[in-house]
């Protein structure tokens, strides 16, 4: 089992950027499928990026954001850049569990995530 816990959420005017941080407690961290979905509220959660434990990326927003992971620092990062209002949304971090190798969209094929960090984009 893992607990996860994002940071890095805030207030940014459009145009800025923020980096998003998950820190991942418990064993086996680097064969976790790690990733970063977004809700708003009254609408259902959002896919934004992924990340397998050998590298394989899915990223539906690769034109500003990027997701990486340091396995020594058990720890997986979403640096997001030219925020626009649009992006307001809690952001969450998810894993999915130990037998799955490949990163989904879904949300429900994660199996454990955080409590939510807010990114507020507005001038």
């Known amino acids: 089992q893992v607990q996860l816990v994002e940071s890095g959420g805030g207030f940014v005017q459009p145009g800025g950027s923020l980096r998003l941080s998950c820190a991942a407690s418990?064993?086996?961290?680097?064969?976790?499928?790690m990733g970063w979905f977004r809700q708003a509220p009254g609408k259902e959660r959002e896919f934004v990026a992924a990340?397998?434990?050998?590298?394989l990326i899915l990223n539906t927003m690769k034109d500003r954001f990027t997701i990486s992971r340091d396995n020594a620092k058990n720890t997986v990062y979403l640096p997001m850049n030219s925020l626009t209002p649009e992006d307001t949304d809690v952001y969450y971090c998810e894993a999915r569990a130990l037998t799955a190798t490949v990163p989904v969209v879904q949300s429900s094929g994660y199996d454990y995530w955080g409590q939510g960090t807010q990114v507020t984009v507005s001038s």
């Open positions: 990340i397998s434990r050998s590298g």
């Open positions: 418990g064993r086996n961290f680097n064969n976790y499928v």
